[in-house]
Each structure stands twice: as structure tokens, then as C-alpha cells.
């Protein structure tokens, strides 16, 4: 599996962006599709994350900002992120990940850089 990410960029705070990922393949067998960001200094961390069935997670500081979404027609995962803060500029990682039994294995996009002016 391939992922490719897109939607990044330069917005004020309290603006919007949109991220985009989109798979080479089926989606559809994929249990967990989600959005991982790592800031300057900072370990990598979850943003967001949907499962097969349509379960979600969010890092507490952005429920009721973020929603991820997906699309397993379009072989796609979104991220919609609202009422930005500084503190979320990051580089913005897709993600996927499968099971083999207990084996996980993970797959990564390339980084869309987000940047959240004050």
C-alpha cells in the first residue's frame, strides 16, 4: 500500500484545511486508516484515527475541531481541521495499518507540512 498526502499549508489561526490521502489500493481490508503529526523537537503522535468499521479516536486536543473521514470507494482518508491554532503546526503523516494475525504492520505517507500563524 502507497499513500500519498495533500491539503497542507499556510493558514491563519482560527482558519481551515483539509488533508487528503489517498491509497494505491484497497482501503477497504485495512483495519485502521488515521493521521499521525510531529512537530519540530516532538515525537510523532496521533491526531486521528478510523478503523474498517468506522470507529474513532482523537488526541483530546483536537475533538471538536478535527474530524477524519473515509472513503473506501475512493480509497481515501480526510481530515478536515478547523479552528486552527499554532499549536498545530506539524508535518501531518497518513497512516494505514493491517493485521496479520498479531502482526501489525504499518504504512506511511510522505509529510504534509501544516503552519498556523498567530
Known amino acids: 500500500v502507497q499513500l500519498q498526502a495533500s491539503g497542507g499549508g499556510l493558514v491563519q489561526a482560527g482558519g481551515s484545511l483539509r488533508l487528503s490521502c489517498a491509497a494505491s489500493?484497497?482501503?477497504?481490508?485495512?483495519?485502521?486508516m488515521g493521521w499521525y503529526r510531529q512537530a519540530p523537537g516532538k515525537q510523532r503522535e496521533l491526531v486521528a484515527r478510523?478503523?474498517?468499521?468506522?470507529?474513532?479516536n482523537y488526541a483530546d486536543s483536537v475533538k471538536g475541531r478535527f474530524t477524519i473521514s473515509r472513503d473506501n470507494a475512493r480509497n481515501a482518508v480526510y481530515l478536515q481541521m478547523n479552528s486552527l491554532k499554532p499549536e498545530d503546526t506539524a508535518a501531518y503523516y497518513c497512516?494505514?495499518?493491517?493485521?496479520?494475525?498479531?502482526?501489525?504492520?504499518?504504512?506511511w505517507g510522505q509529510g504534509t507540512q501544516v503552519t498556523v500563524s498567530s
Open positions: 478510523i478503523t474498517s468499521v468506522g470507529s474513532l
Open positions: 497512516n494505514a495499518a493491517k493485521f496479520a494475525g498479531a502482526v501489525r504492520y504499518d504504512y
Open positions: 489500493g484497497s482501503i477497504s481490508s485495512l483495519m485502521y
